[in-house]
Each structure stands twice: as structure tokens, then as C-alpha cells.
């Protein structure tokens, strides 16, 4: 693989790698998108099982609405090959080794005409809880995403500010829920930024986006007529992280068994299947 994309990930906090899953992969990725989506759908609300969970929305224009699921490779074969696909650890391993664990495991959708999609600007880091679990988190953890329709500014694509992964943690006031805010210039004037400095990450299905957890970006509505899909895995060197699933020991893939503490405090309390706002 050329790694020219290293040196533009430690340049600007985020590269995209062109290319690294062809027609077939993304095909059966698509299948994959459609089968969870269409088990979320009958769902009335938010439900979690452990560290699964779908999440709904009611959106304006179109009512019952899924927009992400966490943790399908617990049930999902296709989604579970993608995230320990050699492909991958070829990525992330000049930066984080091949001791690797996973705390995101994530798809994303922003169907056509939905009136809210859009994600506000922020950096993962500030949803990393809790903190003494991520040791080094600057350069220990990649977060990375598989675009599987084309993406551009048109239906959502995401949006960065290059080098705002040196500024360390930023903050603004009462930011809410990120996946109900817009993209805001004022945000990231709190944040010292501009939106004239900021990147759409233009992606072809099959291309790899990675970046880390202190740069900042967001993503906007869909406003085009065919879905905006998008697969989420957060890797990080296992030997920072007290969370997480295995994923390469060695660099050789690792199964899930029971599941592991990730972001689901209540894992061993409540393990059972719920409705999240109804507890
Ligand atoms: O799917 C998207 O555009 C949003 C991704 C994102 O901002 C995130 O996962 O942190």
C-alpha cells in the first residue's frame, strides 16, 4: 500500500486511502446495510442489546428513521469480516501496531430527505469515558470509516479541519447531542477555527477514511435522492485501552465471545434487550 496517507494523517489529523475494498466488497457491504436496516426498522425505538444498539430517530419529514447501529458485528457476519479484514490492519498498523483493539463499531445512514441527518462539529475524544481508560489518546487511537456510497458535500459527506488534531482538546458551550446539531460556523469559532479552512472528505465506495480523536469535523444533511452509508470502525493499540474488543493479537484476527465492556456501562446490570428511553 503507498503510504503517503500517514504522512497526510499526521500533517492534518485526517487521509482518505483510495481504493482498498473493490465492487464485491462493497456489494456485500451494501447487502449487509440493508438487512440491519431493515431489522432496525421494525423496531419502534432505540433498542439496545449490550453493546448493540439501534438508533432511531422520528424525523421530521420522514417519521421512523434509523440512523446508526452500534456493534451489528455481533450479529452480523458480513460487518464482523469487514472490521478484522486484513485490509484494514494494514492501515492502521503503522500507527497503533498489530496489538489492536475496538471500541467503534458502527454504521451510519442518512437516507434521502431526511430532514435532520446532520452531525455537529466535534472531536471523538470527548466521548471516550471514562478518560483513565484511554491512555495516550492522541496518537494511540484511529478512527476510521468505509464509505459505501459515494460521498460529497451533496448527501452529507464528512467535514474536517486539517491540523486541528494539534490544538489538543477544545470545547464548546452546552453542545448538546452531536447527531442533533447542525454543522455551525460559531462552533467552531469557539474553537478558534474557520469554515474556510475546512475539508469535505469526497469518497468513492471502497475508499477508507481515517482520522483521530482530537480533530474536529461534523457532517451535513443528505440533499440528494439515493442514501449517504457509511461504516465506522475506531481502532487502538491494545495496550492503551482498558475497553474494547480484541481485534488483532499479533495480527491475526480475533473472535467475539461474550462481549466486552465498551461504551455500555450497564453491560452487567442490565444485560438484557431493551427500549432505551422506556427504562
Ligand atoms: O457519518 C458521519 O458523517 C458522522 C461521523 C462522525 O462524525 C463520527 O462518527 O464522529
Not at 1 to 20: C, F, K, P, S
Not at 125 to 147: C, E
Not at 178 to 205: C, H, Y
Not at 257 to 279: F, K, N, T
Amino acid at each position: 500500500m503507498n503510504q503517503e496517507y500517514l504522512e497526510h494523517y499526521r500533517r492534518d489529523g485526517v487521509a482518505v486511502i483510495r481504493n482498498v475494498f473493490g465492487d464485491d466488497d462493497v456489494s456485500a457491504l451494501k447487502s449487509a446495510f440493508e438487512a440491519v436496516q431493515a431489522e432496525g426498522m421494525q423496531l419502534r425505538a432505540s433498542y439496545r442489546h449490550q453493546n448493540v444498539l439501534f438508533r432511531l430517530s422520528q424525523d421530521a419529514n420522514l417519521g421512523k428513521t434509523l440512523r446508526l447501529v452500534q456493534w451489528p458485528s455481533y450479529f452480523n457476519d458480513v460487518l464482523n469480516r469487514y472490521r478484522l479484514d486484513r485490509r484494514m490492519l494494514d492501515i492502521v498498523e503503522p500507527l497503533i501496531g498489530d496489538d489492536v483493539k475496538q471500541i467503534i463499531n458502527q454504521m451510519h445512514w442518512k437516507p434521502p430527505g431526511a430532514a435532520q441527518s446532520s452531525f455537529g462539529y466535534h472531536q471523538d475524544i470527548w466521548f471516550r469515558r471514562p478518560r483513565q481508560a484511554y491512555r495516550n489518546p492522541a496518537t494511540a487511537f484511529v478512527q476510521s470509516g468505509i464509505a459505501i456510497d459515494p460521498q460529497s458535500a451533496a448527501n452529507g459527506a464528512m467535514t474536517f479541519c486539517p491540523g486541528s488534531h494539534l490544538l489538543g482538546e477544545l470545547s464548546i458551550d452546552d453542545h448538546g447531542r452531536v447527531m442533533d446539531r447542525d454543522m455551525k460556523a460559531a462552533d467552531l469559532a469557539q474553537f478558534g477555527l474557520s469554515e474556510d479552512a475546512t475539508i469535505t472528505l469526497d469518497m468513492n465506495p471502497g475508499d477508507v477514511a481515517i482520522w483521530s480523536l482530537y480533530t474536529v469535523h461534523g457532517s451535513g444533511i443528505n440533499r440528494s435522492t439515493g442514501d449517504r452509508r457509511f461504516y465506522l470502525n475506531g481502532y487502538v493499540s491494545a495496550t492503551d485501552c482498558d475497553r474494547g474488543e480484541w481485534t488483532f493479537r499479533e495480527g491475526k484476527p480475533s473472535t467475539l465471545g461474550d462481549p466486552a465492556l465498551v461504551h455500555y456501562d450497564d453491560l452487567y446490570r442490565h444485560p438484557d434487550p431493551h427500549y432505551v428511553d422506556e427504562r
